[in-house]
């Protein structure tokens, strides 16, 4: 019960509240990994990240699902998304200046926050998946 009202609360991001907490747990993940160095700020930092989006994929691709369902494959969604934005930077890096290290993971993972949250607050993904 209380992983349906967490869930309804985060998916439903009225004022965006969660989506400045992802970029804020990602900077801080940025910070931790160039400055602090304290694993267990960056593992309570990485939760928060990959729960908020998680929950965000999960709303939008998966909204048919029961709940803990669509947080198990909207994680298993995010990390695929991940996985595919790292491979673009790595594969691009061959053609084009650029470095795949800090700075630009966590570019990659701002631009995924982003673009879940646009998704979200826009419907444009549920359009979209009835057609």
């Known amino acids: 019960m209380a992983l349906e009202k967490l869930e309804k609360t985060i998916s439903t991001d009225r004022k965006g509240i969660f989506t400045i907490v992802a970029l804020l747990a990602t900077i801080g993940m940025y910070a931790n990994s160039t400055r602090l160095s304290s694993p ?8 928060i990240y990959f729960l908020i989006n998680s929950v965000f994929a999960g ?7 029961k709940p803990n369902f669509r947080f198990l494959l909207g994680l298993l969604l995010l990390l695929m998304l ?3 934005g790292g491979a673009t930077i790595i594969v ?22 982003m673009i879940l949250s646009f998704l ?9 998946l009835k057609d």
């Open 40 to 47: 267990f700020f960056g593992f309570a930092l990485t939760t």
């Open 82 to 84: 991940v996985a595919i």
């Open 92 to 113: 691009a890096s061959g053609q084009i200046p650029i470095k795949f290290d800090n700075l630009t993971t966590t570019a990659l993972l701002i631009l995924i926050t």
């Open 59 to 65: 709303s939008i691709f998966l909204r048919d699902e």
């Open 120 to 128: 979200s607050h826009t419907k444009i993904a549920r359009k979209l």
